[in-house]
C-alpha cells in the first residue's frame, strides 16, 4: 500500500474517541439512558446502510465507498456543532453509523485482497494501518482534549476539516476494485451468504465473532460511564481517552509477537481476558477502571484476527458482503442491548453493567463452543490455515 494511502487512513480516521465524544453529550444534560438509545440509533443506522454499502464496495468500487464514509463524517461532526439540538444529535448518530459500518467493512476487505494477492500476513499488514492511525488519533486527542479547555467547538472543526482534506486526497489514491464487478445483490447473497452455513470453518468464525465483537463494543460504550462515576470532566476524559491509545499503538506494533505468543489462539485468549476484566470491574469498584484499561488492547487484536478467519473462509466475490453481515448482526446485537445497559447504569450503576456482560459473553461462549464442538462437526472445525 502506498504512502498516500497511509497517510488518507491516518487523516480520515481521526475522531473524538468514544469517552470523549459521549462527554460532549453529557454535558447537554443528556442521561445515559438517552445517550445510550443515540448509539443505539448509531448502530440501526449501521444495521441498515451496512449491507447496502458493502454492495456498493462490491459493484461498483471501493473508493466510492470510502467517499461516502468520509462524507459522512463531516456531516455528522457538523451535527454535533448544533447540538443539543435534538434533530441534529439523531442525524449525528445516523451519519456516524453510516461512517463507521463503511469504512470498516471496505477496508477490511481491501487488506484482505492486498495481503492475499502479495503473498503478505494480513495481521501484520492490517496492523500496521490500525498503527498510523492509533498513533495519529493518539496525538490529536491530546491535542483537541487541550483544545477542549479552550473552547469545545475546536476540536469538532479540526477534524471537520481533516477529513475534508483526505476527502481530497482520495481521488489521487488508487483504490483497487473487486474483479467481481456490477453484481446484484441477490447474487451476492446466491453466491456469499449460503457459505455460512455450509461452510463449518466460516459458520464457527462467523457467529464466534459476532457475538464477542458485540460483547466488547458495548463494553466500550460504558468507559464514559465509568470515568464520570470518578467525577471526571470532558478535559480529563479527553487526556485518559488519549492516553489508553499508547495500549492500542502498542498492541497494533506487536500484533505478529502477540499471535505467536497466544499460539495463534488470540480471539479465546482475549474472551477470556475480557470476562476477567468485566467481572473484576463489577465487584472491586475501587479498582473498576481495569477494565478501561484492557478494552484497547483486546479491541485492537481481537477484532482483526476474527475478520482476517470470517475473510480467509468466505468466497472473494461476496467477501465485502459477508464482512457486513457481521457488521449488520453486530449493530443488531448493539441497538438491542445499549438501551438496556444504560438503563441498568442510570437505574443501579455501571458496575452492575459489566457484571450483565461478562455473564452474557460467558453463557454465549459456552453455548456456541457446546453445538460447534459436536462429533459431527469436530473434524471441520480444524483450523484450515496455520499462519501467524
Do not use: W
Request: charged share 15%; hydrophobic share 50%; net charge positive.
Amino acid at each position: 500500500m502506498t504512502k498516500k494511502y497511509f497517510i488518507y487512513n491516518s487523516l480520515s480516521k481521526v475522531t473524538l474517541l468514544g469517552a470523549f465524544r459521549v462527554m460532549y453529550l453529557v454535558v447537554t444534560g443528556l442521561s445515559f439512558t438517552k445517550i445510550a438509545l443515540l448509539l443505539s440509533i448509531q448502530s440501526l443506522s449501521s444495521l441498515i446502510f451496512s449491507v447496502p454499502m458493502g454492495f456498493l464496495a462490491d459493484t461498483f468500487g471501493r473508493k466510492s465507498a470510502l467517499f461516502v464514509g468520509n462524507l459522512s463524517k463531516i456531516l455528522a461532526y457538523i451535527c454535533i456543532l448544533l447540538s443539543p439540538n435534538i434533530i441534529a444529535v439523531i442525524l449525528m448518530a445516523i451519519f456516524m453509523g453510516i461512517n463507521l459500518t463503511v469504512i470498516k467493512t471496505t477496508e477490511e476487505s481491501l487488506t484482505h485482497d492486498y495481503t492475499e494477492n502479495n503473498g503478505l500476513n494480513y495481521l501484520e499488514v492490517r496492523g500496521r494501518l490500525r498503527k498510523h492511525q492509533v498513533l495519529t488519533n493518539l496525538l490529536f486527542n491530546f491535542l483537541f482534549a487541550y483544545m477542549y479547555s479552550i473552547n469545545p467547538v475546536i476540536p469538532i472543526t479540526t477534524i471537520i476539516t481533516l477529513t475534508s482534506l483526505s476527502l481530497l486526497l482520495l481521488f489521487f489514491i488508487k483504490i483497487p476494485n473487486s474483479v467481481f464487478k456490477r453484481q446484484k445483490i441477490k447474487d451476492i447473497v446466491k453466491k456469499g451468504f449460503p457459505e455460512i452455513y455450509y461452510n463449518k470453518n466460516l459458520s464457527y468464525s462467523f457467529v464466534y465473532g459476532v457475538i464477542f465483537i458485540s460483547i466488547i463494543t458495548l463494553t466500550i460504550a460504558l468507559k464514559a460511564p465509568v470515568l464520570a462515576s470518578r467525577g471526571f470532566n470532558g478535559e480529563i476524559v479527553g487526556y485518559i481517552d488519549a492516553s489508553l491509545q499508547l495500549i492500542s499503538f502498542l498492541a497494533y506494533a506487536y500484533v505478529k509477537q502477540i499471535g505467536q505468543l497466544f499460539n495463534n489462539n488470540i480471539k479465546e485468549i482475549s474472551a477470556l481476558m475480557l470476562i476477567f476484566g468485566l467481572v473484576l470491574a463489577g465487584i472491586f469498584r475501587e479498582i473498576g477502571l481495569i477494565i478501561i484499561c484492557i478494552t484497547p488492547f483486546i479491541n485492537s487484536i481481537a477484532p482483526m484476527d476474527i475478520s482476517r478467519r470470517i475473510a480467509d473462509y468466505s468466497p472473494n466475490e461476496a467477501k465485502a458482503s459477508i464482512l457486513s453481515l457481521k457488521e449488520l448482526l453486530v449493530s443488531l446485537i448493539f441497538m438491542i442491548f445499549i438501551p438496556v445497559l444504560g438503563f441498568i447504569t442510570d437505574k443501579f450503576s455501571v458496575y452492575f453493567s459489566n457484571l450483565f456482560l461478562a455473564l452474557l459473553l460467558l453463557v454465549s461462549l459456552l453455548i456456541i463452543k457446546i453445538i460447534y464442538k459436536r462429533e459431527v462437526f469436530k473434524n471441520e472445525l480444524e483450523p484450515a490455515y496455520s499462519r501467524a
